[in-house]
């Protein structure tokens, strides 16, 4: 019998739930520290197997007949029927029996190479709403379609298996369980080897803050959940427990050691780190910096953790032996609201207020605007110099931007394809990490509203009260609610074929421009000067090194301004145009130029 409690904590997910074993039986091992005994229901097979309970929790069984694509339950003390908390799939949905999993795979990325945090053009999208089918296997097809564009990264929204037939994905209950509208695990492995060999890393959004409303039912095998601290989302775990919390911290970092292993993933992207409530020192997300590094560099594949923390976090991408959380990279939402703040005035899409203009120069010249550790408040900062922008993700609209909006719609549907493809150009040609939002290559008409597909009438009503109460600046009474299955079946993105040309060609010209100038050594912050004319509502960056230069000249306005026209005079060829139909004439509003110069270097 496994020790679960000593063992390396990068080994506990090769023995929690059900796993087969070569001789035709699956071991079982649970964890439910207060349970007196936990029984196995096997369906169609044997009824009420007895568990061994160890001395710090866990239930561990062995049945001999029981193979990979077995049904079963757990039973608490004699109670109801449950899924395994560590269940590695729910064929039946949530509420049904787990599944036994043979986890191997014929791996064909032997070869494969992930592109180093520099290199990296992320592509979110949400595997039920980017195809018609809304599968991993239908997601294959379509990878193609992304390497043509010049991403080299795809982030997957969260996978794990939440209640009803679609979901945005923040409401999982089953952390190990792929969703089974998107296909079986294997068809996840699938689309991860794909995407390999097609030289595309794969990074899957997990969610340790909450844990979903339907089909929690942690809390009945032990205290995986915290009775101190609460999300507005849902419960949160229960990770500073002083009894339990090495365990319930244990769970956690399995599951995401788990993903990284038995799914070859590159990376996770952690959602709301900010959060992860843990009055523990240290944070439970540094606990989990630490083993999957250790993971990685036991297994010597490079892999990443990129944290949403919606502002800059000072710490969170410093290394641990510093001191710091030791991710390696982190969502700066700062960027897209500062952004929106110009084009959009007096409109907010989150909850912190962003100024017009000067919020945008901020981001522009220092990296961010708002600044917060998992510890302290958030506040405006304006630190002495510029931060590593390197290590921040910036996108101009992704899942919560869109779908935080009463509409769903996307940002040229709010202000226009012009003023979009010139904030693409400020966010693909600095040097921060720029994400893109699935359609948005192509100005996808589609909207991306907010969706659930609970079972409970209770639950449904709660979700739309709440959309109201966390975002009480928009009127909700319009659109369609996110229960109406319309909201999910709206959100399918459609060929690409359907959207626009020139905005699509717009995006692939820019990620081109922006590997040659990363390959050069030029697009870096050290190279970068940022000189800004807001009362012309210009945003202009400069790079320079010793041998050639690159300037982006960006006009941002509302769509209440004039389409005025201001002269501009580069040094160096004009080599990238918003709006080409404008001529030699001068920079209009919302309209990017790109003028790329070559220079003498200076000798020392």
Same mark, same amino acid.
């Given at each position: 019998?496994?020790?679960?409690?000593?063992?390396?904590?990068?080994?506990?997910?090769?023995?929690?739930?059900?796993?087969?074993?070569?001789?035709?039986?699956?071991?079982?091992?649970?964890?439910?520290?207060?349970?007196?005994?936990?029984?196995?229901?096997?369906?169609?097979?044997?009824?009420?197997?007895?568990?061994?309970?160890?001395?710090?929790?866990?239930?561990?069984?062995?049945?001999?007949?029981?193979?990979?694509?077995?049904?079963?339950?757990?039973?608490?003390?004699?109670?109801?029927?449950?899924?395994?908390?560590?269940?590695?799939?729910?064929?039946?949905?949530?509420?049904?029996?787990?599944?036994?999993?043979?986890?191997?795979?014929?791996?064909?990325?032997?070869?494969?190479?992930?592109?180093?945090?520099?290199?990296?053009?992320?592509?979110?999208?949400?595997?039920?709403?980017?195809?018609?089918?809304?599968?991993?296997?239908?997601?294959?097809?379509?990878?193609?379609? #992304?390497?043509?564009? *010049?991403?080299?990264?795809? =982030?997957?929204? &969260?996978?794990?298996? !939440?209640?009803? /037939?679609?979901? @945005? %994905?923040?409401?999982?209950?089953?952390?190990?369980?792929?969703?089974?509208?998107?296909?079986?695990?294997?068809?996840?492995?699938?689309?991860?080897?794909?995407?390999?060999?097609?030289?595309?890393?794969?990074?899957?959004?997990?969610?340790?803050?909450? #844990?979903?409303?339907? *089909?929690?039912?942690?809390? =009945?095998?032990? &205290?995986?959940?915290? !009775?101190?601290? /609460?999300?507005? @989302? %849902?419960?949160?775990?229960?990770?500073?427990?002083?009894?339990?919390?090495?365990?319930?911290?244990?769970?956690?970092?399995?599951?995401?050691?788990?993903?990284?292993?038995?799914?070859?993933?590159?990376?996770?992207?952690?959602?709301?780190?900010?959060?992860?409530?843990?009055?523990?020192?240290?944070?439970?997300?540094?606990?989990?910096?630490?083993?999957?590094?250790?993971?990685?560099?036991?297994?010597?594949?490079?892999?990443?953790?990129?944290?949403?923390?919606?502002?800059?976090?000072?710490?969170?991408?410093?290394?641990?032996?510093?001191?710091?959380?030791?991710?390696?990279?982190?969502?700066?939402?700062?960027?897209?609201?500062?952004?929106?703040?110009?084009?959009?005035?007096?409109?907010?899409?989150?909850?912190?207020?962003?100024?017009?203009?000067?919020?945008?120069?901020?981001?522009?010249?220092?990296?961010?605007?708002?600044?917060?550790?998992?510890?302290?408040?958030?506040?405006?900062?304006?630190?002495?110099?510029?931060?590593?922008?390197?290590?921040?993700?910036?996108?101009?609209?992704?899942?919560?931007?869109?779908?935080?909006?009463?509409?769903?719609?996307?940002?040229?549907?709010?202000?226009?394809?012009?003023?979009?493809?010139?904030?693409?150009?400020?966010?693909?040609?600095?040097?921060?990490?720029?994400?893109?939002?699935?359609?948005?290559?192509?100005?996808?008409?589609?909207?991306?509203?907010?969706?659930?597909?609970?079972?409970?009438?209770?639950?449904?009503?709660?979700?739309?009260?709440?959309?109201?109460?966390?975002?009480?600046?928009?009127?909700?009474?319009?659109?369609?609610?996110?229960?109406?299955?319309?909201?999910?079946?709206?959100?399918?993105?459609?060929?690409?074929?359907?959207?626009?040309?020139?905005?699509?060609?717009?995006?692939?010209?820019?990620?081109?421009?922006?590997?040659?100038?990363?390959?050069?050594?030029?697009?870096?912050?050290?190279?970068?000067?940022?000189?800004?004319?807001?009362?012309?509502?210009?945003?202009?960056?400069?790079?320079?090194?010793?041998?050639?230069?690159?300037?982006?000249?960006?006009?941002?306005?509302?769509?209440?301004?004039?389409?005025?026209?201001?002269?501009?005079?580069?040094?160096?060829?004009?080599?990238?145009?918003?709006?080409?139909?404008?001529?030699?004439?001068?920079?209009?509003?919302?309209?990017?130029?790109?003028?790329?110069?070559?220079?003498?270097?200076?000798?020392?």
């Amino acid at each position: 019998m496994i020790d679960l409690h000593n063992c390396l904590a990068i080994e506990v997910h090769q023995h929690l739930g059900a796993r087969p074993l070569a001789d035709g039986s699956t071991s079982f091992s649970v964890w439910a520290p207060l349970a007196d005994r936990v029984s196995i229901d096997v369906v169609d097979g044997p009824q009420a197997i007895e568990m061994t309970k160890d001395s710090v929790g866990y239930h561990h069984a062995t049945v001999a007949g029981v193979t990979s694509g077995s049904l079963y339950f757990y039973r608490v003390d004699g109670g109801p029927r449950r899924p395994d908390p560590a269940s590695r799939f729910q064929p039946q949905g949530v509420h049904g029996p787990s599944v036994v999993v043979d986890p191997s795979f014929d791996w064909t990325d032997q070869d494969y190479r992930a592109p180093s945090r520099d290199e990296l053009i992320i592509y979110e999208l949400h595997v039920g709403t980017f195809t018609d089918a809304g599968t991993f296997v239908a997601a294959i097809d379509r990878i193609a379609e #992304l390497v043509e564009l *010049g991403i080299t990264a795809i =982030e997957l929204m &969260p996978v794990a298996a !939440s209640a009803g /037939r679609w979901n @945005w %994905g923040y409401d999982g209950v089953a952390l190990f369980a792929p969703m089974n509208a998107f296909g079986t695990p294997n068809d996840f492995r699938r689309f991860v080897d794909a995407a390999h060999a097609a030289g595309l890393a794969v990074f899957l959004d997990v969610v340790y803050n909450h #844990l979903g409303p339907e *089909g929690n039912y942690l809390s =009945e095998f032990g &205290p995986y959940l915290s !009775s101190k601290h /609460r999300t507005v @989302w %849902g419960d949160a775990p229960n990770f500073d427990d002083p009894v339990h919390g090495d365990a319930v911290r244990r769970f956690f970092a399995a599951n995401a050691v788990y993903w990284l292993d038995e799914f070859h993933l590159d990376g996770l992207r952690v959602d709301a780190i900010h959060c992860m409530a843990d009055d523990r020192e240290p944070h439970v997300a540094a606990e989990i910096s630490d083993e999957v590094a250790f993971w990685s560099q036991q297994s010597r594949r490079n892999v990443m953790l990129i944290a949403e923390s919606n502002v800059y976090d000072p710490e969170m991408t410093v290394p641990r032996e510093s001191g710091g959380i030791g991710f390696d990279a982190m969502w700066c939402d700062d960027f897209l609201h500062s952004t929106f703040s110009v084009l959009r005035p007096g409109e907010q899409l989150c909850h912190r207020p962003y100024l017009p203009k000067t919020d945008l120069d901020h981001a522009l010249r220092h990296g961010y605007v708002y600044e917060g550790t998992l510890r302290n408040e958030r506040r405006r900062s304006t630190p002495s110099s510029r931060v590593d922008t390197h290590a921040l993700v910036y996108s101009i609209q992704n899942h919560d931007f869109i779908g935080n909006h009463p509409l769903g719609v996307r940002l040229h549907q709010l202000t226009s394809v012009d003023a979009q493809r010139a904030a693409a150009a400020l966010m693909m040609l600095s040097p921060a990490i720029p994400m893109l939002f699935m359609g948005e290559e192509f100005a996808c008409e589609h909207p991306f509203r907010f969706f659930v597909d609970f079972s409970d009438q209770g639950l449904r009503d709660a979700v739309v009260e709440g959309r109201r109460r966390e975002y009480p600046q928009h009127d909700w009474d319009g659109g369609v609610l996110p229960t109406d299955p319309a909201a999910f079946t709206a959100a399918k993105i459609g060929p690409r074929g359907d959207g626009d040309a020139v905005t699509l060609q717009w995006y692939r010209r820019l990620i081109e421009l922006r590997k040659r100038c990363r390959a050069t050594g030029l697009l870096v912050d050290a190279n970068l000067t940022v000189e800004n004319d807001l009362a012309k509502s210009l945003y202009l960056l400069r790079y320079a090194d010793g041998s050639e230069t690159l300037t982006i000249a960006v006009r941002l306005s509302p769509l209440t301004e004039p389409d005025d026209s201001i002269d501009v005079d580069f040094d160096g060829e004009l080599i990238l145009d918003s709006r080409e139909e404008s001529g030699s004439g001068g920079l209009r509003c919302n309209h990017a130029r790109v003028y790329w110069g070559e220079r003498l270097a200076v000798s020392g």
